[in-house]
């Protein structure tokens, strides 16, 4: 009893884990874009960057780049994109395929390649329509002519077919675990060369290739999962352009959006914050005649403190007292002037009246001498006359 219980649970716990793997796997392959894991922008940035095309699958696959994100057979491992060249006259229609197992692949791309009787090459980037759905071409214009273009017109030209298979892959190559899409599509920007541009076209320019890529095309996905096409999985647009169109606009809206909730979510805070003196009188009242005792607070609390005079910060009062000081200045400056002027003037004076006064005096002293004189003589008259008087 006790195995048959056993036996029962490991055969239960088996079917659940197949069952959740088969939903995991069904929930991945219809809620992913398939068209999100390769960008033909950067598939034809990397043509035009190529020698060869030798080169150009090894770079398609270099696993330091990692231009592919694609897993369309959902081993949770980046699927190997193989190159399939066709050549008609001066057509070359250059296929991507990528290798989902044992002869079995899936057109991702298709790159038209001609030159006309003008020698002027034209190149388109055609994503496959049931992965990019109708019409999804670019027309990369190069800022330089690219070197690849030298290999295929040249004499016996051999159309190049890869030899790279399932389970048989490069020494350079190994595989990696897809990525979510946002991190593809960050890390996918650096592998596009800014110097070139990239048009968006919605025709095919050469109709022989459209015939070519018909005859030889590979589709081992379609017809494993015909209900993932792009018409299936984006029922509102129609191609893989029209999606992007419609991403950015949805960008753009959300962006408006957020930007309009946060505006309101201010004006909500600001009008809540505001307060309505019109209605609260009480409220207001209290108010004024706190801030005027408040007021008188501050005015009683000002006239109490003494105020500090600096001399050095009011300039009308400095200038009113230089002025005194020059006023003074000059007064004094006038005094002593004035002083100097009348010493000099009495001093002048004074010599003046003594020159005058010298001669006057001169002549007095010799008045005085000569009457000095004369009366001595008079009074030696006198005394002879007196002598001969007693003689």
């Not at 201010?266 to 309505?276: G, I, P, W």
């Not at 910060?313 to 006038?334: F, L, P, Q």
Request: proline fraction near 3%.
């Amino acid at each position: 009893m006790k195995t048959k219980l056993l036996l029962f649970a490991i055969l239960t716990t088996l079917v659940t884990g197949c069952s959740t793997a088969q939903d995991r796997t069904t929930i991945y392959a219809k809620n992913g874009e398939i068209s999100d894991n390769l960008d033909l922008k950067a598939v034809a940035s990397v043509f035009g960057e190529s020698s060869n095309l030798q080169d150009f699958e090894r770079r398609l696959n270099d696993p330091r780049l990692q231009l592919s994100n694609l897993d369309l057979n959902y081993d949770n491992q980046v699927d190997y994109l193989r190159v399939i060249e066709s050549v008609e006259n001066r057509t070359h229609v250059i296929v991507i395929q990528a290798v989902l197992g044992r002869d079995m692949f899936q057109d991702v791309a298709t790159i038209d390649v001609e030159k006309d009787r003008y020698n002027n090459v034209s190149i388109q980037v055609v994503g496959d329509i049931f992965m990019y759905g109708p019409n999804y071409i670019y027309e990369p214009v190069y800022y330089r002519t690219p070197a690849i273009y030298a290999s295929f017109w040249i004499g016996n030209y051999r159309p190049y077919y890869s030899r790279w298979n399932w389970n048989y892959y490069p020494t350079y190559y190994y595989t990696w675990n897809p990525f979510p899409v946002y991190r593809y599509r960050s890390n996918i920007n650096h592998c596009i060369n800014v110097h070139n541009s990239y048009r968006y076209v919605s025709y095919r320019s050469n109709y022989r290739a459209s015939q070519i890529c018909a005859s030889t095309r590979n589709n081992a996905f379609e017809r494993r999962y015909p209900d993932y096409s792009f018409s299936r999985r984006n029922n509102d647009v129609v191609n893989r352009y029209e999606l992007d169109r419609r991403r950015d606009n949805r960008e753009v809206y959300s962006d408006n959006r957020n930007v309009t909730r946060y505006q309101a979510n201010t004006d909500r805070n600001y009008s809540a914050s505001r307060v309505e003196p019109s209605r609260r009188y009480a409220d207001n009242n209290n108010y004024s005649r706190e801030n005027t005792i408040q007021r008188r607070d501050e005015n009683t609390t000002r006239i109490a403190t003494p105020v500090r005079e600096e001399p050095t910060r009011n300039y009308t009062e400095n200038a009113g007292y230089n002025r005194r000081e020059s006023t003074t200045r000059t007064e004094v400056e006038n005094n002593s002037n004035n002083r100097r002027s009348s010493s000099s003037r009495e001093y002048s004076t004074q010599r003046t009246e003594q020159r005058t006064a010298a001669p006057s005096e001169n002549r007095r002293s010799e008045t005085n001498r000569s009457n000095t004189r004369n009366e001595s003589q008079s009074s030696d008259g006198r005394e002879n006359r007196g002598g001969n008087r007693r003689t």
